[in-house]
């Protein structure tokens, strides 16, 4: 019996083709963020299950993170996503910190999940936080650097909605405007959060449910508001819709677009003040990509001075599914270079003087007939073949063959790197 | 009761610091493979258990491997190597792939280990592997490039040693030189392996517990062996060590130095022919840094066609450790060119005009005191520092401070960049 040729389930095998794409995600994120200022970090992939059990989602702890027993008897989880562990490790160094702390990480994460379009068990994520931050300067911040991020791949701004919200007037609304308690705001938290994966009329049984027929209109007429000054004057009053208007107002100056979406939740119970997220808008592809927001109490959990945060999250599939929507993939050539076939011995030193001239050169050393070494260079889709046999060691002069033009060149060594890096 | 603020046993949190280590350390991995036509790919970190049940070693398998039973009763692994996952890989596009096919992966694994320096619970490793190459050829290349990427991180050939060995040629001695059967021969190898870990007289006594009193001489007088001319002659008349003198003798060429080393077993099961590890000569860190070797026989578990493949995995505690101990460190700086400190609104266009020139700009809106600005931007290691206020803005003149020299410079915008980055 033979071994599975298949990865573990919903994880994907990921070839060259699939890498550089990977790469070229990455390299987008890696050049947004650090031109911000940010640094980058790491942490294991593993982490004592507690980390998880203060603040995660319950959803995401209960059914969705692999968890299980370590040879020592420890409780230990696959990291489901990064915040608990870049809070830790800034409440670890509270005090050689030094604040404002911008750090960012690009990292892979379990979540047991049923496997679906942009939604894989095994995940990877840029995380950028801004520690100890207390100004809306910081949320300003890192929503435009989530358009920044957008706009490095190639999107111009009609691409996406970005939607703002705050946890303070989504509390306030709860517990004061319809004066539910803590369990059943949870509940109707919950429910508008998944809100547009259920059909109208069961969203509305459920929302009555919850609040009592005679507040469902006020919920009706809370989700039609489309602006802050749209909300009803005992909510506005409060004051608690104040830093949605400024971070819009501050963005707009920065020529970013947000808007205002009452429904906008954030599926973990850590935040405390604004929440964002960003949707694709194509008709195609039309969803949530990815979001962030504030949360001043996590690092406190640790055991030291609580620390003001604000953060984001984007990740690598679904930023996929949207460069694809919207035709932005890029045309990635291979690391490749040039394929020097090797005819005698001895031809090992002309890579290395190609190598040296900044060539990335595969020797083929397989001695096969040429129309074979030409259909392997082909197959992986590269674009410059070189050959060195006595003839070329002796004269220096070596033929070098574009594969895609079907063009040849007569050349020196000192000559070939230029043809092939000008090309 | 708080959270605790270490991470999982074993596991390090990686800050900043140590983050462009590690980055510096990938890149010249990547650098190094690619300039040898190496393109990378990567597998998901959970792995069907199955997968280590043919060919890893049992201790590692059994003892070392983090397993468990995921939510759907799967039998899972956390991967606590690359080479099943690409061998798997590679069989599923047998027949898509253009061999020879290069290919590479930089990824973290897990073993549950005993933490001791230089092994981390959890690892990250460079994994370079040339599938579909049956000529010595490939050995050549893959030890060569061992050589190549301790070079690129500047060491010298003294620093290190190469050492050499064959599978066949084991097999040979085991079963026709000494006569062991496969039980036996196991138990000598794995001892073998182990033999600078157990002081003499102990390996002694094991040996001849092994192959018998009569033939401990034998196996002490094959231990003496230093080059594969001097092993006995119904040895070499085998046949089964001249790869390893074919091979030195090509890297010889290639101005890379390589030893016979009897001795030299490595620890996996699937190699079949040359192997080879590298050790570290510095008196302060004498030991095996990492190794490889030829596994023809991998692929094939998979129910497709077999392959012949060469491969080597460096680790990145390891190159550390070798780096730290020849002063091969280098100096590395934050991403962040310079920190702009917001004193009005308005400020953030110049940031955004600076990193379109090419900096890293972190911009500091907290409003505070001077010096408390510059004692943060300090301890973040960081060099310059732009202040933009009214006048600033007005004059479109900007006063730039390099805190390491406490030289002052007065710039216009598009002279900042420039600056900065020459310095």
Known sequence: MSLDLKPY??????????????????????SAVEACGYEAYDAAILEPLELYAAKTGEEIVSQQTYTFTDRGDRQVA?????????????????????????????????????????????????NADIFGAESIEADVEIIALAAAILERFGA????????????????????????????????????????????????????????????????????????VSKLPKAVLNSGKSDDIKSVCNKLAALGVAA???????????????????????NPDNNRSMFGGGRYDGLVGLFGVEDLPVVGFAPGETTTIEFLKAWDLLPDLAPATDLVLVQLVDGAEQVAAELRQAGLNVAV????????????????????????????ELKSGVFKLKNLRTGKEFTAEISQIAEIVLES
């Open 156 to 227: 111009r701004p009609n691409m996406y909605t970005i939607k703002i919200n705050d946890r303070r007037l989504i509390d306030f609304i709860m517990s004061q405007y319809l004066s539910l308690d803590a369990a059943s705001a949870l509940k109707l938290i919950k429910l508008l959060d998944k809100k547009s994966k259920i059909p109208p009329a069961d969203f509305e049984a459920a929302v009555a449910e919850i609040v009592g027929n005679d507040n469902l209109s006020k919920v009706q007429d809370l989700l039609k508001v489309e602006s």
């Open 259 to 281: 808007e205002f979406d009452i429904s906008l939740m954030r599926g973990f119970d850590y935040y405390t003040g604004i929440v964002f997220e960003v949707f694709d808008n």
């Open 364 to 391: 083929d050393f397989t001695g096969r007939k040429l129309d074979k070494v030409i259909k392997s260079v082909d197959k992986n889709n590269l674009k410059w073949i070189l050959f060195v046999g006595d003839d």
């Open 9 to 30: 389930k919903g994880t994907r095998d990921i070839y060259p083709e699939d890498m550089r794409l990977r790469r070229y995600i990455f390299d987008t994120w890696r």
């Open 78 to 126: 696959i990291r489901p996503e990064m915040t608990p562990s870049i809070a830790r490790m800034v409440a670890a160094r509270r005090q050689e910190l030094a604040y404002p702390a911008r750090l960012y990480s690009i990292a892979n994460f379990m979540r047991y999940e049923k496997p679906q379009r942009g939604r894989e068990r095994e995940f990877w994520q840029l």
